[in-house]
């Protein structure tokens, strides 16, 4: 007898233990946000893309113009280049060349700066955000909440909620 009451105390022991793991869970308070969403949808992040657009059009639209220059110029050489005197030829294939090399280069320097600023403004989104993230878990008493994960039920996404803040100014 008093072995098959050790036995269950044993068993009531390992039953809890493997139960308490379940039951803290059960208890915590988690929530997922989808970063991704947040900096398409988020009105700081829509804001951070305006002005990109505002600053950079100048440029894009200068380096467009010198693209459609180098097709005419191309076009011209494919088209009357047999007809054009040696000299000629060399000096439109020099001038195609050279505005070639200008063309690269000034589009090399345009995504970098874009690139640059981009990543500036992006990161002063996801400041905000996490700011956001990190008020409405402690408002609502949230013991984690992640940013990335393969699989996240929509019971736990505030997505909406961070997304939502940020447009308030949260």
Known sequence: METQLKRFGMSLVAALLVALPGIAAAQAKIGFVNSDRVMREAVPAVQAQKRLEKEFE?????????VERLKTLQEDLETNGMTLSAEERRKREREFNELNREVQRT???F???LNARRNEELAAVLDKANTAIKKIAADENYDIIFQEAVYASTRIDITDKVIKALGEGK
Request: net charge positive.
């Open 111 to 113: 995504r970098e700066d």
């Open 58 to 66: 100048p440029r894009d639209k200068a380096l467009q113009a010198r």
């Open 107 to 109: 589009q090399r320097e």
